[in-house]
């Protein structure tokens, strides 16, 4: 049985901003089904009263010093943007006037 | 000297001949460059040939700067998603097409101070997402050691950084390693990879793939060059909350202990799943370098590594997924601009120049805002103006592998199915971990193959994500570890004489180990010999 079918995969390709559609679509939604139906292996895996690792080195709340310090200009930033006006990047429109 | 003699040198021995006057540096990167015009249109290890005047002026003002550094004049390639200021970082992706990087990687900085001469733009698959380099949005990559009618790809992600050290574009390179990545290509091109410790090297300048995986490293000639660039690149940085604050590199330096491997070293040998995909002639070469080293070897259980790639797609597409949401053509790189969601139709060349255009000056004379005219909240046809825009540059941003991780770590991010695959993925993480922490507790390190096969056909396992991706069964678990490991090369396949890969791993921050062992092997079977004997491109 599919894990994933072409319209759920039409959905989240949404809620990630892509457009997929057409062949491209059944094309990555069976791929994807193959991935998924590989990684139901670890539901097999008992995990009971194991701690998830997010990361693995014992740190946290790793806080630097509250000091000012150099970093890159206002001008330098908006300049990499597709389109700017310094020192606005520009979008396009979102209110309706 | 024989033209090609200087690129084909490691870092050492060029520091020697510096050291003696034998060479300049001038000398070194001509024949570098001499290379690269002759044999990156065959190999495409670079995405596009640097510019030779270019390197030349950073190099004389290296050798100005920094006379007397440990890599002054030496000639190191950059794996195209390190940032190096004032040189276009596009991750081998359209999404970043025109980005120049404003600031130098972490990484970038300590080379840099020590007066090497960066040449950037090192081909790899997109976004570091795949194992052969054919996923690079600008030309795959080919294997410098395959036959003429008979190619092969790289490996990868890394794979421009490990052709072109393993054909003389370079003398060494960097690269970046999430599952397999330094590793897997250094296998397959027959040279030295090494993914250090989680932590040990800061990512800051490194665009993040999957952060709790990612880590930078070295792609060289031998153990000890790996060993001179960990040195440098090694250490804690402020910048990158996730860098260790032990003292890394140690002192004595990695390579004034390269001979001092411990007397009492142990080697685990795990039972291999998935050794029905492992070619017989890599079983061969790995069990005969482990009879070659002569050390004592222990049989150790890796119980989870079974499922380790399961875990890691499942963990390396949620953060991948998370860390691409960034591209969305607004704040640098590419924005699409056909279709519905162009929005604001400005040549883009005025808008770089950021101050000159009309709308600069319309604005500047408008009345400030006053609060009636503040933002309402978005109507309906302009929020999916923006909608349209985000949707456009994505879809036709992103490369089909990176569209797949994407849609998979939404999917497993996603309401509902969270629990089941991203909680248990990273549950198992933890077993996977504990293996090795039991493991270690009977031997030094633990040897087995880097990569089941050797390098692979293009096109082979393209079309096949799935193959693709188990193509990384012995690489993958370090990095959901966290642990040290290194690829060395342990002989020739005698049928095709492709390299073949024996990866070490080792405790967290134990590389001096790694290093001395794949030293201590280096010497036994006389390395600089079978490296010259290794198929390469005159």
Known sequence: ?????????????????????GQDLIRIAAQ???????????????TEGVEPTSHVLPLTNVLRKDEPC??????????????????FVKVPKVIDT | MPSSTLASKTIHELQALLAGRKTSPEEILNDVLARITRLNPTFHAYLEAPDPDRLRRQLAAQVNAVPNGRLTGIPITVKNNICIAGEEIRCASRILSGFRSPYDATVIERLRREGAVLIPG????????????????????????????????????????????????????LGSDTGGSIRQPAAFCGIVGLKPTYGCVSR???VAFASSLDQIGSLTKDARDAAILLSVIAGHDPRDSTSAPNEVPPRPRYEDVLDRLPKDVTIGTPTLSGAEALEQNVRVAVDGALETLELERVPVELPHIGKAIATYYIIAT???????????GVKYGYRATSGSGLGI???????????????????????EPTPARLPRSPGRAAQSALREMYLDTRTKGFGAEAKRRILLGTYVLSQGYYDAYYLKGMKVRTLIKRDFDEAFKRCSLIAMPTSPTVAFRPGEKLEDPLQM?????????????????????????????????LQLLAPPFREDLLLQLAHAYEQRIEWPRMRASLRSPA
Do not use: W
Request: aromatic share 4%; proline share 7%; hydrophobic share 40%.
């Open chain 1, 1 to 21: 049985m599919a894990v994933v079918t072409s319209d759920i995969v039409r959905q989240v390709a949404l809620l990630a901003r892509l457009r997929l559609e």
């Open chain 1, 32 to 46: 994807l089904d193959e991935i998924l139906q590989y990684v139901q292996q670890l539901q097999a895996v008992t």
């Open chain 1, 70 to 87: 150099p970093s890159l200009s206002p001008e330098t930033v908006t300049a990499l943007a597709p389109s700017a006006q310094h020192p």
């Open chain 2, 122 to 173: 090192a081909n790899m698959d997109e976004f570091a997402f795949g194992s052969s380099t054919e996923n690079s949005a600008f030309g795959v990559t080919l294997n410098p050691r395959a036959k003429k009618d008979d190619p092969r790809v790289p490996g990868g992600s890394s794979g421009g950084s490990a052709a072109a050290v393993a054909s003389d574009l370079a003398i060494a390179a």
């Open chain 2, 204 to 206: 800051y300048g490194l």
């Open chain 2, 318 to 328: 949620a953060e991948a997924s998370s860390n691409l949401a960034r591209y969305d």
């Open chain 2, 345 to 367: 139709p400005r040549p883009a060349s005025d808008d770089r120049r950021g101050g000159q255009g009309s709308g600069q000056e319309r604005l500047a004379h408008s009345p």
């Open chain 2, 469 to 501: 991706y188990l193509s990384d069964i012995y690489t993958i678990s370090a990095n959901l570890a966290g642990i040290p490991a290194i690829s060395i090369c342990c002989g020739k396949d005698p049928t095709s004489g492709l390299p073949i890969g």
